[in-house]
């Protein structure tokens, strides 16, 4: 466990992150994004740097088969616990496999998937054109590639709305950031994420936003109550819609990009 770079943060990761109102939104954005691109049940779904399943459980539970390849021992067990709470059919669908994304093609022994999905993964990495290939490698031809990562055209919001205006001003120029966990982060655009696909066989369909006013509320100090159902739909539905419309999309922190690779 002494090289699992997520064995202190996995608590702090699902337990806090993804059950605030923030991290459902997260959820429920992009599987709608998801869900507009995506082939029809029971197709196979590859989920690399798929932590504790957020993202591919619910993808099962609507009929997909799907892998997560994850890295951290720390992010499986919580993966296996998550698991545990799913009904017996969807449980069946999904398979944990310990892995580095950066290696997936080699760890799955060269299978190819309808959709492969990397959600908050490239901000940890160097540069993203090692995994990026491997994403692209691991598709079928006519497969979805699914990639969420940090918006360097938005570096400044959070630091604006903390209210930190010296950090704010050096972030318009700025690649790095240490996030909300407390781990440095990086943030690329649309367009070289974009430029990396295509030159992999791949081509982008259409990219989104994934939070916006969640985000500044959150970082301007507003408390949001998980437990209040209804205005947590209502929240997110508007997170929805600023997801896929200019100029909102362009201030989200991050962006999600779907492509398609093409045949051969």
């Given at each position: 466990?002494?090289?699992?770079?997520?064995?202190?943060?996995?608590?702090?990761?699902?337990?806090?992150?993804?059950?605030?109102?923030?991290?459902?939104?997260?959820?429920?954005?992009?599987?709608?994004?998801?869900?507009?691109?995506?082939?029809?049940?029971?197709a196979t779904?590859?989920?690399?740097?798929?932590?504790?399943?957020?993202?591919?459980?619910?993808?099962?539970?609507?009929?997909?088969?799907?892998?997560?390849?994850?890295?951290?021992?720390?992010?499986?067990?919580?993966?296996?616990?998550?698991?545990?709470?799913?009904?017996?059919?969807?449980?069946?669908?999904?398979?944990?496999?310990?892995?580095?994304?950066?290696?997936?093609?080699?760890?799955l022994h060269?299978?190819?998937?309808?959709?492969?999905?990397?959600?908050?993964?490239?901000?940890?990495?160097?540069?993203?054109?090692?995994?990026?290939?491997?994403?692209?490698?691991?598709?079928?031809?006519?497969?979805?590639?699914?990639?969420?990562?940090?918006?360097?055209?938005?570096?400044?919001?959070?630091?604006?709305?903390?209210?930190?205006?010296?950090?704010?001003?050096?972030?318009?120029?700025?690649?790095?950031?240490?996030?909300?966990?407390?781990v440095s982060?990086?943030?690329?655009?649309?367009?070289?994420?974009?430029?990396?696909?295509?030159?992999?066989?791949?081509?982008?369909?259409?990219?989104?936003?994934?939070?916006?006013?969640?985000?500044?509320?959150?970082?301007?100090?507003?408390?949001?109550?998980?437990?209040?159902?209804?205005?947590?739909?209502?929240?997110?539905?508007?997170?929805?819609?600023?997801?896929?419309?200019?100029?909102?999309?362009?201030?989200?922190?991050?962006?999600?990009?779907?492509?398609?690779?093409?045949?051969?």
């Amino acid at each position: 466990m002494g090289d699992d770079t997520w064995a202190g943060l996995a608590d702090l990761f699902v337990d806090e992150a993804y059950a605030s109102v923030k991290g459902r939104v997260r959820t429920y954005v992009m599987h709608q994004q998801l869900l507009e691109h995506l082939p029809p049940p029971p197709a196979t779904v590859l989920d690399v740097g798929g932590g504790a399943g957020h993202q591919s459980f619910p993808l099962a539970q609507a009929g997909y088969q799907v892998t997560l390849l994850d890295p951290s021992p720390a992010m499986l067990d919580k993966a296996r616990q998550r698991l545990q709470r799913l009904p017996d059919e969807a449980r069946g669908r999904v398979t944990l496999l310990q892995g580095d994304g950066e290696n997936a093609a080699e760890a799955l022994h060269g299978r190819q998937f309808d959709a492969v999905l990397c959600h908050g993964v490239l901000g940890y990495l160097d540069r993203p054109e090692p995994m990026v290939d491997q994403l692209c490698r691991c598709a079928a031809d006519g497969g979805l590639v699914s990639i969420m990562t940090g918006n360097a055209k938005a570096a400044a919001v959070r630091p604006a709305m903390e209210q930190r205006w010296e950090d704010a001003l050096a972030a318009f120029d700025a690649r790095t950031e240490i996030g909300v966990l407390g781990v440095s982060g990086r943030a690329d655009t649309v367009e070289e994420i974009s430029e990396l696909l295509l030159s992999r066989g791949v081509e982008p369909l259409h990219w989104y936003g994934v939070w916006l006013f969640v985000d500044w509320l959150e970082f301007g100090g507003a408390v949001l109550d998980v437990s209040d159902a209804e205005r947590v739909a209502a929240t997110a539905a508007v997170e929805l819609e600023a997801a896929r419309r200019d100029p909102y999309r362009q201030l989200s922190r991050v962006f999600h990009l779907v492509g398609r690779k093409g045949p051969g």
